[in-house]
């Protein structure tokens, strides 16, 4: 568990420090809650955002993300070889 020494401590558990106090201040809670969700929020879209995913391995990967689109297209060769010979086959 961190303590508040090392500056690690996750928002959650200070706040609920915070909570152990004998007052409690309702809109400190809620603007607490409100930087909770949009830290959330902005994790949430980082991770959803496919074109930017693909730039920074682009970036940090570029052979992994080449193997992986090579992949793909023979993949994708197999497929439309699979669908044309089904055609003739009839």
Do not use: C
Not at 25 to 46: F, G, S
Not at 59 to 65: D, K, S, T, V
Request: hydrophobic residues 45%; positive net charge.
């Amino acid at each position: 568990m961190t303590t508040e020494s090392s500056g690690n401590v996750s928002p959650g558990a200070r706040r609920d420090a915070e909570r152990g106090k004998e007052e409690s201040n309702p809109a400190a809670d809620v603007a607490a809650a409100r930087a909770e969700l949009a830290a959330t929020l902005d994790a949430l879209q980082d991770k959803l955002n496919l074109p930017k995913r693909i730039r920074t391995a682009a970036r940090e990967n570029p052979a992994g993300l080449a193997a992986v689109a090579g992949v793909a297209a023979a993949a994708l060769t197999g497929v439309v070889w699979l669908v044309v010979r089904s055609f003739r086959a009839r």
